[in-house]
């Protein structure tokens, strides 16, 4: 069938009876080999966007209120402050948190060993957060840092001790003793509304063991048995 590529599709419709596609292709002076080469263009174009979008949503998941980004706690009325040797899990001074993977401590009282500047020094260096109370506050990863095992607050120990190696930790997650090769982890965190929020995507994880001049908490007064 001769097509002439002058025609509209529409006027050929009509001349012809059918060929529409043919006279628009015509008409484009485009052969089927470069119409077939563009739908494919066009295919591969769209499938690799998708593979690019998907590649991207997987190095860049939405993590938001999950873990790896800030999560928001309870209000800080939730975890009543205790000191230090009266911690007891969940109910006053240290609280886990699933969500966040994170041991809550809340401090009143402290019995610092340091003092001024040095002592501000080492509170900043090691996350803690002063409340306007005069509590203080830290979000404790709970991955021991010796193997990877999660540690358990103990309350006969007034301390952290891992089952696995024997690594322990005092209350603010300072290093006692074990084979762990600094004090434990802590997460970022803050207020907001009155609410507790620990940035999980902020991890402080160069805490080193501490000696007499970076102790900022004294040993607990029981001993730990295995
Ligand atoms: S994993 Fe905790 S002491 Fe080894």
Not at 1 to 22: F, K, V, W
Not at 58 to 69: D, E, R, S, T, V
Not at 95 to 120: C, H, I, V, W
Not at 142 to 154: D, E, S, T
Request: aromatic share 8%; proline share 6%.
């Amino acid at each position: 069938m001769t097509i002439d590529p002058q025609r509209t599709p529409q006027e050929y419709e009509i001349l012809s009876g059918g060929g529409a596609e043919s006279a628009e292709m015509s008409r484009r002076g485009l052969s089927r080999r470069q119409v077939l080469r563009r739908a494919v263009t066009i295919t591969l174009g769209l499938v690799g966007a998708e593979a690019t979008f998907g590649a991207l949503t997987m190095l860049y998941p939405n993590l938001a209120g999950k873990f790896g980004a800030p999560i928001q706690l309870k209000s800080k009325d939730s975890y009543p402050a205790a000191v230090q040797n009266e911690f007891l899990l969940d109910q006053r001074g240290m609280f886990y948190e699933s969500a966040a993977k994170t041991y809550l401590m809340r401090l009143k009282d402290p019995d610092f060993q340091q003092s001024g500047q040095n002592l501000q020094n080492l509170l900043d260096a090691e996350n803690w957060v002063k409340d306007d109370d005069g509590t203080y506050w830290a979000a404790l990863y709970q991955v021991c840092v010796h193997l990877g095992c999660k540690v358990p607050f103990r309350d006969d120990c007034h301390s952290f001790k891992c089952p696995c190696h024997g690594s322990h930790y005092n209350v603010d997650g300072e290093y006692l003793d074990g084979p762990a090769p600094r004090s434990l982890d802590r997460f970022a965190m803050s207020f907001s509304n009155g609410n507790v929020v620990v940035d999980t995507g902020q991890l402080n994880n160069h805490v080193a063991h501490p000696v007499d001049a970076t102790r900022i908490l004294p040993n607990p007064t029981v001993v730990c048995a295995a």
